[in-house]
């Protein structure tokens, strides 16, 4: 019963961050991409270390650990976000997609190499049908331009994604998931803090708020900043890095789900089949796990 709610904790932590897909379309109206970020984790900031306050959850941070800290948070979000955004301006968001989506290959392939983890054949099946899923959405769209500078900042996203995963997963045999989310934000805030301050501070000052755009922007920070960091941090502790990092293959499954829902976008047959494919992908990364929680329910 112990994996199949850390399932259900990782396909939550996927919905709740593809939400911001859409949501971000709202705070796009009024801001840019980097005062969203810093407002986000500053939101987050309040929220996460007002609960260890109130809750007297606050567990102290060895001195050895602060620059793992650091370096978890300059993983994600700050390098994630800086190559994405930044790559995202030279690249078509269907190339954009798919380079993303080669996170789980990279960090399988990496977390083998060095730290020996163990890959199944299952997983390794599962992580292969997943990409083929996400490139079968991304080729729906049709367009494939790119730079090579963006392609460059795009492998940044990656190299951050990847690391942050294996950074994260050694945090969390000492700390809480809201304690390492709660510093991470922290951390974050601060190596953003001067760019939001050199180049984003004057429009900030003087942009028209809106309650909706700033609604969309808290969504953000409370549901996925907070909730789906708590969420993926502790399914990381619980099934590792591999297997933890395909669930977010799930992201553009649910965004495109929720596009059409919400937003009104086409879902084409390719796209259909993509989700399809993503999907079957991750039961059978998981299916040994699967099968044997079959079993227990049965018995």
Not at 231 to 260: E, H, K, M, Q, S
Request: glycine residues 8%; contains cysteine; hydrophobic residues 60%.
């Amino acid at each position: 019963m112990k994996n199949g709610l850390v399932y259900m904790k990782a396909t939550m932590a996927m919905l709740l961050w593809a939400l911001t897909f859409v949501w971000v379309k709202f705070a796009f109206e009024v801001y840019r991409p980097l005062e969203i970020v810093f407002m986000r984790l500053v939101l987050a900031c309040v929220i996460l270390f007002a609960v260890m306050l109130i809750s007297g959850h606050w567990q102290k941070i060895e001195p050895k650990d602060w620059g793992r800290f650091m370096l978890v948070a300059f993983c994600e979000p700050f390098l994630y976000f800086m190559g994405e955004t930044n790559g995202l301006q030279y690249v078509s968001s269907t190339l954009g997609s798919l380079v993303i989506s080669v996170i789980p290959l990279m960090t399988a392939l990496v977390t083998w190499l060095f730290l020996k983890e163990r890959i199944t054949r299952w997983l390794l099946v599962g992580l292969l049908v997943s990409f083929a899923g996400v490139a079968a959405m991304s080729m729906a769209a049709g367009d494939f331009s790119a730079t090579f500078k963006g392609l460059a900042l795009l492998s940044l996203a990656v190299v951050g994604g990847m690391f942050y995963a294996i950074f994260v997963k050694r945090l969390t045999h000492s700390y809480s998931a809201l304690t390492v989310v709660a510093w991470q934000s922290f951390f974050g805030m601060l190596y953003f803090l001067p760019l939001f301050a050199i180049f984003e501070g004057k429009h900030f000052t003087q942009v028209q708020h809106s309650i909706i755009s700033l609604g969309a922007v808290a969504g953000m920070s409370v549901f996925a900043s907070v909730g789906a960091f708590l969420l993926y941090t502790g399914v990381i502790r619980d099934l590792g890095v591999v297997r933890a990092n395909i669930f977010t293959n799930l992201i553009p499954v649910f965004t495109v789900v929720l596009a059409y829902f919400m937003l009104g976008d086409r879902l084409c047959p390719l796209s259909s089949i993509g989700l399809a494919l993503t999907i079957l992908g991750l039961f059978l990364s998981q299916y040994p796990d699967l099968r044997l929680l079959r079993k227990r329910l049965k018995a």
